[in-house]
Nanobody, 118 residues
Framework: QVQLVESGGGLVQAGGSLRLSCAFS????????MAWFRQAPGKEREFVAR?????????AYADSVKGRFTISRADARNTVYLQMNELKPEDTAVYYC??????????WGQGTQVTVSS
């Protein structure tokens, strides 16, 4: 059974930083692509960042976070991170991590709230 547990959310002032973590269990971690999504109140869930599996290192980002957010993975710890710098009020959302076993994002965490005050 695959489980993902996010942590690291909280309240931060604009311009500040947070690092989100997503702990993964239940399968072999290093072969799967991992991603972060977010959902703001009244809006649809949107893609934030993705890192490929097999320690390939390939990453992708939404235009809105490029240059400010960094996704990384620590396969030995079964964990994926999202370092968020220069946070803006519009980054306020519930952040979710997700796993792509190869046919789409099949597994999701419960989410962690990020609130950026102006």
């Amino acid at each position: 059974q695959v489980q993902l547990v996010e942590s690291g959310g909280g309240l931060v002032q604009a311009g500040g930083s947070l690092r989100l973590s997503c702990a993964f269990s239940g399968r072999t971690f290093n072969r799967y692509a991992m991603a972060w999504f977010r959902q703001a109140p009244g809006k649809e869930r949107e893609f934030v960042a993705r890192v490929d599996g097999w320690s390939g290192g390939n990453t992708a980002y939404a235009d809105s976070v490029k240059g400010r957010f960094t996704i990384s993975r620590a396969d030995a710890r079964n964990t994926v991170y999202l370092q968020m710098n220069e946070l803006k009020p519009e980054d306020t959302a519930v952040y979710y991590c997700a796993v792509d076993p190869g046919a789409g994002y099949a597994y999701w965490g419960q989410g962690t709230q990020v609130t950026v005050s102006s």
